[in-house]
C-alpha cells in the first residue's frame, strides 16, 4: 500500500512538471502556434493538444481559444503569447495549482475546478505584476501604456512592487491599470477601451 501511495504522489508530480498535456484548443481562427518546451514550434488546429510550459503564439488578426482539463477556458487576443507554466489539478483543493504567464496581447478567461477548490493556488503573470484569481471571469490587455484588468465574477488581486488592488463586484470596483512593475494599481471607474468586449469575441468562421 505505502508503494502504491508513492507510485500514485509520482505520478501526480510528473504530471505537474513533466511533458503533460493539460488542455486543448477548441477553436482557431487564422494563425496560432506553440512553441514546446524542447523548442519545437508547431502549428496548432482545432483539437490540438495544449502542453505544460507551451508558448502559445496567436498571430496578428488570429484568435485561440483553448479548454483546460479542469474546465478553465480562455479566449486569446491577436497578438498574444500565453504560458501555462504550472499544473496541477488533484481531488485535494490545497495540492491543487495553475499558474500561467501572459506575455504580451490579452485574454479574457473563466476559471474552473482549481480556481474554485484551491482559489489561493491561481494566478497570471504579467510584465508589471501578479493576478490572484479566485473562482472568476476576468479580463486582462497588455499595452504600450500600460496593462488594464476587468473582474466581472468572483475576485482578482492586482500585486506589484507598488501595492496591491482588490477588483470584482464585491470589491466595489471592477477595472484597473497598471502603467509599470514599480507603480501602485489604479483604479478605473469605467471599462476601458483596452478591454472593449468585442476584442475577445471569437470572430465568424472560427473552426
Known sequence: MIFKAVMVFFCAATFCFGMSEIGTV???????????????????????PVFLNDLLQVDDKSHAQIKLTDGSLFNLIPDTHYKVDQYLLEGVGERSLFSSELL??????????????????????????????RGTIFEIVITATGTFFACESGEIRVSNLGGSLALGPRAGQQFGVVSGPNLSPQIL???????NLNRFILPRGCH
Open 189 to 195: 471607474s469605467r471599462r476601458p477601451d483596452a478591454l
Open 26 to 48: 477548441v477553436a482557431i481562427f487564422g494563425t496560432v502556434k506553440a512553441e514546446r518546451s524542447d523548442g519545437e514550434v508547431e502549428l496548432l488546429e482545432r483539437g490540438a
Open 104 to 133: 504580451k496581447g490579452g485574454l479574457r478567461g473563466i476559471t474552473g475546478r482549481i480556481g474554485k477548490s484551491n482559489p489561493e493556488g491561481v494566478s497570471v503573470k504579467t510584465p508589471t505584476s501578479v493576478i490572484g484569481l
